[in-house]
């Protein structure tokens, strides 16, 4: 088994990727601290070819140092937009046809083990803050939220490792 070298993997140029069939997936940001978080998630985001990001709040946006040392040229590649307000976000995506999930544990919230997606749809999931989670008043707008399980003694995973965890299964659902 040998390793391969970048040049052998085929990966899209950046005008190559703006260009392609993207997922039909917008990811949110809702007030996310950390500008580490918001580069890996825009890594992951150019991994599955999702549709843009929703950078809301405090959420930091490029060009910013700090976002390229994770992101490492995604945020070139990935389409965003800026929002001063996740709610006006979440409203304006309701209203473009998507249907919106906030990854949250809340009540009634869905396994994401037994998620079951359409792919003819237009989907959208909002992360929330690394302490406080997706606002109530965003939670409140969305179609449904989704839940992680987890069995461990610790009730959360880090915005950037969820957001991971749940673009890929929703790349599953959507492309098998």
């Avoid at 009540?107 to 909002?126: F, H, I, M, N, R």
């Avoid at 939220?145 to 009730?155: D, L, S, V, W």
Wanted: proline share 3%.
């Amino acid at each position: 088994m040998r390793k391969l070298k970048v040049t052998e993997l085929n990966r899209l140029d950046a005008e190559q990727f703006k260009a392609a069939r993207k997922l039909p997936l917008t990811v949110v940001l809702d007030n996310v601290r950390s500008m580490y978080n918001v580069g890996a998630v825009f890594r992951t985001s150019d991994a599955f070819r999702i549709e843009r990001l929703c950078l809301c709040g405090i959420t930091a946006y490029p060009p910013h140092q700090e976002i390229h040392k994770t992101a490492l040229g995604a945020e070139d590649t990935v389409a965003w937009t800026h929002y001063q307000d996740t709610a006006e976000a979440v409203r304006q995506l309701r209203d473009d046809g998507y249907t919106v999930y906030a990854i949250e544990q809340v009540e009634g919230s869905t396994d994401l083990g037994q998620l079951k997606l359409d792919p003819a749809k237009k989907y959208a999931v909002v992360f929330g803050n690394e302490v406080k989670g997706v606002q109530q008043q965003v939670v409140d707008l969305c179609h449904g939220a989704i839940e992680i399980p987890q069995y461990g003694t610790k009730h959360s995973l880090n915005v950037s490792v969820t957001a991971g965890i749940v673009i890929w299964s929703f790349f599953k659902l959507l492309t098998e």
